[in-house]
């Protein structure tokens, strides 16, 4: 700690020069907080399912319905605790801008297999005894200032009445919280008797089914004799885990992985040269100073750590001022992705980057530091 | 004048080996940010060509009201005959509309990179549909038969998903299909499609709504005759769109979201490489500054030592721009790209770098280059000769 005074001159010797590079690295970690932050967002509703739980589909494809009547053989198989349904209903409120994730569903089914969504009692009772009743997430509830006792109606993309008009008239008896995973607060639910005897085709079907299993090992055993009960049937199923269903469904959209990796990859590539072109410049100028200190008495090794320390305190400085902008502009970015906060991993990864940096960029000059022949260096 | 500074800006060019390590930092700094954002418009590029090819302004596209995407639209047998009744819509040679009424499912193949399923589009067209998409064509195989469980798959689908080729069979709805052509349609939306004939794909998928009706009118000016038939008649619900408007408010989200990555990422670059360049190039005035002191001395003016600084930040600039486009086309040009559109199917687009994007790309990289330049260009100018001197 002594030699900081020491370290802090020596990275301002060059003011200019240090300015740039430090902004450049700081660019570089505030695009790797950023697109890493993306990347993992997407991929925590992965991470964060359930392996409790599988999803039942059509083996035709997601948007294909499944009949009612299988919830009733799932239920009877054996390894199967619970049993829920969900439909998709494809509304948008007032305006197709405002697009709403609804889900007609059975509440004490549905409630009961994902036990992370947080309603009180009470308002369970009320969803279950009220016809037109719905329950919306505390996000949603925020986002369009709806209460308890507001009546909302909703316009359905796909689902029409017999008479031809899709709007659907709700009310609110319910606000469910999920205190592990805030970007889930923002589903609408109600009940499916409201939703098939309303709607003018497709009655009797659901979207999909979401099994759980009584013990997590006997997943995969549970999913094949699902899917063998209904082989040959017109209604042939898929059963996967949670996690494999929201893996194939990010597949669907892209490799987001891959482009952020190739992206972040070119940028580091470039950051390589900038800082380390910086780092060699700097030690090449102060070659008579480096011999001075060596002469007093400093070691090899003191000269190596000294350098390298020097190049750490750049990225180390840069990366958390570059990472400090992204978790303040990460929030920016909610309506495309849905996430609040830039997630803490992110930003521990990027600390490790920075760290990884500077030992690239500083080895080679800190290994010439080492070296340095006190005689030569103070006679050039 | 002249004469001063091409000899300044060439003895300048010359010394740059002796800076390679810093000049690098420029060169490789432009040319990461221009291959990003040449190979990111590239995708814009080709998903909005894509997209574009789709439409026609003299053909037009009927969903029920309030129905954003085919996939969510039902339409009844009785309406499909009055919508194509309507006028406005073009009658072939034995007095037919030219029309199409149609459905869409979705079916889940394996990608071929990933072997992860993805949503492909089943599309049953009418009798009609050829003669409404004279862009329609085999390419091999042959066309499907009416009443008989056959698929022509779109040549973009072919090269995307497996187990589409011709002669494999494809299982839905306990219904065995065989896919016997394939075919190109200029690389539009279509072509990540399957088709197959309208009656067979309903009663496979036990529905008796369409989903849409596609219509060829007279002329693009018949389209405001056929909307207010259609829109005043009491016995529709419908939305009646332009071909190519309806395919432009399909691909609004994804081009949003696309330019904001190649703007967004490619701008945040571009600062990065803007600084890069700037230390670059101060550090070439440093290195040089008891060099441009001795010639300010012997009489060389400031406008000469600007412009030689100047030539040399551009002139390293376009070297990374070049380099930066070259390896975006080499890397991605005619690549193929799927996503999920609106349909709630995939999208198959190819990336094209145009001559173009090159172009514009390299124009990035000088903007970069003078940017970087101007202020250690200003700095080389303003340096007082006599305390340059005496430092050496």
Redesign the interface.
């Known amino acids: 700690m002594k030699y900081f005074p020491l370290l802090w001159a020596a990275l301002w010797r060059k003011k200019a020069r240090t300015i740039f590079t430090l902004l450049s690295i700081l660019v570089a970690f505030l695009l790797f907080g950023m697109l890493q932050g993306v990347n993992s967002a997407f991929n925590q509703a992965v991470e964060k399912a359930n392996v409790n739980r599988l999803i039942t589909t059509s083996s035709i494809a997601l948007t294909e319905n499944l009949p009612y009547a299988d919830m009733a053989q799932i239920e009877a198989l054996p390894g199967v605790a619970n049993v829920a349904h969900a439909s998709w209903f494809g509304p948008y409120y007032q305006d197709p801008k405002n697009f709403i994730f609804t889900f007609p569903v059975e509440p004490d089914r549905y409630f009961l297999v994902y036990p992370e969504l947080i309603l009180p009692k009470d308002q369970l009772e009320a969803f279950e005894h009220t016809r037109t009743g719905a329950v919306i997430g505390a996000d949603l509830a925020r986002k369009y200032g709806w209460k308890i006792g507001d009546r909302v109606p909703l316009h359905s993309t796909i689902w029409t009445k017999p008479d031809g008009t899709s709007d659907w008239n709700f009310d609110v008896v319910g606000i469910y919280q999920v205190p592990s995973d805030r970007a889930q607060e923002s589903a609408f639910f109600f009940n499916y008797k409201y939703f098939d005897e309303g709607r003018s085709f497709g009655k009797g079907t659901v979207g999909w089914y979401i099994i759980q299993v009584k013990d997590p090992t006997q997943s995969a055993q549970v999913a094949a004799t699902v899917d063998k009960l209904f082989a040959n049937s017109t209604d042939e199923t898929k059963t996967e885990t949670e996690k494999e269903f929201q893996q194939a469904f990010l597949k669907q959209i892209g490799d987001i992985n891959m482009i952020v990796t190739y992206i972040l990859f070119a940028v580091f590539f470039a950051l390589l040269f900038a800082t380390g072109s910086t780092m060699m410049q700097s030690v090449r100028e102060r070659v008579p100073e480096l011999a001075v200190l060596k002469t007093l008495g400093f070691s090899d090794t003191a000269m190596l750590t000294l350098v390298l320390c020097e190049s750490t305190l750049l990225c180390l400085l840069a990366a958390a001022l570059g990472l400090l902008i992204a978790w303040a502009l990460f929030p920016g970015l909610k309506d495309v992705i849905g996430v609040v906060k830039l997630p803490a991993p992110v930003i521990v990864e990027g600390i490790v980057v920075a760290l990884l940096l500077a030992f690239v960029t500083g080895i080679v000059p800190a290994w010439r530091a080492k070296r340095l022949d006190i005689v030569e260096a103070l006679r050039g | 004048m002249f004469k001063q500074t091409t000899a300044i800006t060439a003895m300048n060019l010359r010394s740059i080996p002796q800076r390679v390590?810093?000049s690098?930092?420029i060169v490789?700094?432009i040319?990461?940010?221009v291959?990003?954002l040449v190979s990111v418009l590239a995708m814009v590029d080709g998903f909005s060509k894509t997209l574009a090819n789709t439409g026609r302004a003299d053909r037009a596209i009927v969903l029920?009201g309030?129905?954003?995407?085919e996939?969510?639209s039902?339409i009844s047998r009785d309406n499909t005959i009055t919508i194509m009744d309507a006028p406005g819509v073009k009658k072939d040679a034995d007095g037919k509309p030219i029309a199409s009424a149609e459905m869409v499912?979705?079916?889940?193949l394996p990608?071929r990179r990933?072997g992860?399923?993805?949503?492909v589009t089943v599309r049953g067209i009418g009798a009609k549909a050829l003669e409404l998409r004279p862009e329609i064509h085999i390419v091999a195989g042959r066309m499907f038969q009416p009443a008989v469980r056959e698929l022509i798959v779109g040549h973009s689908a072919v090269t995307q998903f497996k187990g589409v080729d011709i002669g494999s069979h494809i299982t839905?709805?306990?219904t065995d299909w065989t896919v016997v052509g394939e075919f190109e349609s200029g690389g539009d939306a279509h072509e990540s499609e399957l088709m197959g004939d309208i009656e067979t794909v309903l009663s496979a998928?036990?529905r008796n709504?369409f989903q849409s009706v596609t219509v060829m009118l007279d002329s693009p000016a018949a389209f405001a005759q056929f909307k207010d038939k259609l829109t005043t008649d009491p016995t529709l619900?419908v939305d009646v769109k332009r071909e190519p408007d309806y395919y432009a408010e399909q691909s609004k989200q994804l081009n949003k979201?696309l330019n904001f990555l190649a703007f967004g990422?490619g701008g945040?670059?571009a600062?990065?490489?803007i600084?890069?360049a700037?230390?670059?190039m101060?550090?070439a005035v440093s290195a040089r500054s008891l060099e441009i002191a001795t010639l300010r001395a012997i009489g060389f003016g400031a406008g000469a030592v600007v412009v030689s600084v100047f030539v040399e930040a551009l002139l390293l600039s376009l070297v990374g721009g070049l380099i930066g486009a070259a390896a975006a086309w080499l890397f991605f040009n005619g690549n193929t790209?799927?996503?999920?559109g609106a349909n709630?199917t995939?999208v198959v687009f190819h990336l094209t770098v145009t001559p173009h994007l090159l172009i514009s790309g390299i124009i990035w990289a000088c903007f970069i280059g003078v940017l970087g330049g101007l202020f250690p260009a200003i700095r080389a100018a303003r340096l007082p000769v006599a305390t340059a001197l005496r430092a050496a």
Not at chain 2, 337 to 340: A, D, E, H, Q, Y
């Open positions: 390590g810093t690098w930092v490789i700094g040319a990461v940010t291959a990003v029920r309030g129905s954003v995407a996939l969510s039902t499912a979705v079916v889940a990608q990933t992860t399923a993805a949503n839905f709805r306990n998928f036990r709504l619900t979201l990422v945040i670059m600062i990065g490489a600084f890069g700037l230390n670059t101060y550090s790209v799927n996503t999920l709630f995939q």
